[in-house]
T-cell receptor, first 112, second 112 residues
Framework: KQEVTQIPAALSVPEGENLVLNCSFTDSAIYNLQWFRQDPGKGLTSLLLIQSSQREQTSGRLNASLDKSSGRSTLYIAASQPGDSATYLCAVRPTNAGKSTFGDGTTLTVKP | SAVISQKPSRDICQRGTSLTIQCQVDSQVTMMFWYRQQPGQSLTLIATANQGSEATYESGFVIDKFPISRPNLTFSTLTVSNMSPEDSSIYLC?????????FGPGTRLLVL
C-alpha cells in the first residue's frame, strides 16, 4: 500500500526566503505526482503535475522535482511572499486510472 | 482543464438530518470523485461516480450513509445521511479529465 509523507508538517519563513517542501512515497511504481495548494477551508488548487518519466516541472516561482528511485519529490518556492501562505499537498497516482494517495500536507506561513 | 462548482459552500446542520451536496463541472467527464477532509486531516476518497452505473465506494464508506447520484456527464450529488458531529468535514468533488486532478471549492459542513 502506497504511503505518502510530507515533512515538516508546518514551516514558517520570512518573506523573500527560498524554501523547499518535501514529499516522500514508499512505492516508486507511480504514474504521476501532483502538487496542490489549499487555502484554509477551501478546495485544492493544482500547482504542478510531474509524469513519472519527467524529472521536474516549473511554473513561475515554483519548481517541482521528482526522483522516483528514491521515492522523493520536492517543491521549491523562490522568493516567498505572504500570499504563498497555505497548505501544500502532494498526491501520487499509481496508474493512469488509479486513485491518488495524498500526503498530510505542509502548512507554510510566510511572514511579512 | 476543468472548472468545478459546488453547492452549498457551507452549511450548519442538526444531528440526524441529511444534506445533499451538488457538484457541477464545465465539461463532460467520465468519472467524478468525492472526498472528505476531516479537520486537520488529509483527503480521504469516499467514492467514485460513473455516469449510468452505481458509485464505487471505498473501504469504510457505504451507500446508505453516502448515497451518490450521477445523472449525466457534468453533474453529481453526494448526500450525507443521518448526520452526526463526526461528519463535520470539508467535502470535495474532483475530476481528472486530462490526468491532472482538479477540485471544486469544497462544502464545509458543521454538524451540531
Amino acid at each position: 500500500k502506497q504511503e505518502v509523507t510530507q515533512i515538516p508538517a508546518a514551516l514558517s519563513v520570512p518573506e523573500g526566503e527560498n524554501l523547499v517542501l518535501n514529499c516522500s512515497f514508499t512505492d516508486s511504481a507511480i504514474y504521476n505526482l501532483q502538487w496542490f495548494r489549499q487555502d484554509p477551508g477551501k478546495g485544492l488548487t493544482s500547482l504542478l503535475l510531474i509524469q513519472s518519466s519527467q524529472r521536474e516541472q516549473t511554473s513561475g516561482r515554483l519548481n517541482a522535482s521528482l526522483d522516483k528511485s528514491s521515492g522523493r519529490s520536492t517543491l521549491y518556492i523562490a522568493a516567498s511572499q505572504p500570499g504563498d501562505s497555505a497548505t501544500y499537498l502532494c498526491a501520487v497516482r499509481p496508474t493512469n486510472a488509479g486513485k491518488s494517495t495524498f500526503g498530510d500536507g505542509t502548512t507554510l506561513t510566510v511572514k511579512p | 482543464s476543468a472548472v468545478i462548482s459546488q453547492k452549498p459552500s457551507r452549511d450548519i446542520c442538526q444531528r440526524g438530518t441529511s444534506l445533499t451536496i451538488q457538484c457541477q463541472v464545465d465539461s463532460q467527464v467520465t468519472m467524478m470523485f468525492w472526498y472528505r477532509q476531516q479537520p486537520g486531516q488529509s483527503l480521504t476518497l469516499i467514492a467514485t461516480a460513473n455516469q449510468g452505473s452505481e458509485a464505487t465506494y471505498e473501504s469504510g464508506f457505504v451507500i446508505d450513509k453516502f448515497p451518490i447520484s450521477r445523472p449525466n456527464l457534468t453533474f453529481s450529488t453526494l448526500t450525507v445521511s443521518n448526520m452526526s458531529p463526526e461528519d463535520s468535514s470539508i467535502y470535495l468533488c474532483s475530476v481528472d479529465p486530462d490526468e491532472t486532478q482538479y477540485f471544486g471549492p469544497g462544502t464545509r459542513l458543521l454538524v451540531l
